[in-house]
């Protein structure tokens, strides 16, 4: 399985390597209109929790920007479902469906890693006060390996491009702005609060916050990504197999 895996996360990689400066691109401009707008025209006076606000933004930017390029995977998986039937022929080989699943999840997370490292050297370039080290990654990362496997299962159950939009306007846009990115979620009224902590992105915000802050984050907050994670990588190569069938 481990080969037919890397097989999948192989093609990915060369894919993306001739795409890189469009994907490079597209995973600096949307950050780059953060930083300008909330975080120096804004922000530059404000502070948040005691943070100068683009200290407090750097890492919800990391953490929305590297959900956003993880769940793109579902669109590359569609194209290829849709157009190419290149699906069709993964699950005519040997590979097999976990195998094609985790694949795309490997890659899923380097997209989501490469976007958090393009918001990590703009805010240096910005002169933000951040600390990147391990669990600050950790939490990129397993924000990324959710939104991945999700991206795969959300893949397997769509049908036509519409449907894939239609999931993103009602998932994935909602979660951007309400999962602790650009606001403390304790400000929120106590059922919103209550709601908007049920959200995977509003415990990866808030774990990779503590971590550039090098303050020590609550296991939970591991729990929850780690959980999350697991549970739609299950289930992605549930939905997985009943498509190949």
């Known amino acids: 399985m481990i080969q037919g895996a890397l097989a999948v996360y192989y093609r990915e990689m060369l894919l993306m390597r ?6 490079l691109a597209g995973m600096a401009v949307s ?6 707008t909330f975080g120096q025209a804004v922000g530059r006076s404000a502070q948040l929790d005691g943070l100068a606000y683009s200290s407090f933004l750097l890492p919800g930017l990391v953490a929305m920007s590297s959900m956003m390029q993880a769940y793109s ?4 998986i569609n194209i290829s479902r849709f157009y190419f039937r290149i699906f069709d022929e993964f699950m005519a080989s040997p590979i097999g469906p976990a195998a094609y699943v985790l694949g795309e999840v490997m890659a899923g997370v380097t997209r989501g890693l490469a976007a958090a490292a ?3 050297l703009m805010g240096t370039l910005f002169g933000v006060h951040f600390q990147a080290g391990a669990l600050f990654w950790l939490g990129a990362g397993l924000n990324a390996f959710f939104f991945a496997a999700l991206a795969v299962a959300m893949a397997m159950i769509v049908r036509t491009h519409q449907d894939q939009a239609t999931l993103t306007n ?3 846009t909602p979660m951007a702005f309400l999962g602790g990115t650009f606001f403390p979620v304790e400000k929120l009224p106590g059922w919103a609060a209550a709601v908007v902590g049920l959200l995977p992105l509003t415990h990866a915000s808030r774990a990779i916050r503590l971590a550039s802050q ?7 907050e591991w729990g929850v990504l780690v959980a999350a994670g697991v549970l739609c990588l299950v289930l992605a190569m ?6 190949q069938d």
């Open 18 to 23: 001739r795409r890189s400066f469009r994907l």
């Open 31 to 36: 950050p780059l209109l953060y930083f300008v």
């Open 73 to 76: 995977m579902a669109s590359e």
């Open 118 to 120: 393009v918001i990590v």
């Open 170 to 172: 009602f998932i994935i």
């Open 214 to 220: 090098d303050r020590p984050v609550p296991v939970e």
């Open 238 to 243: 549930y939905l997985t197999r009943r498509v």
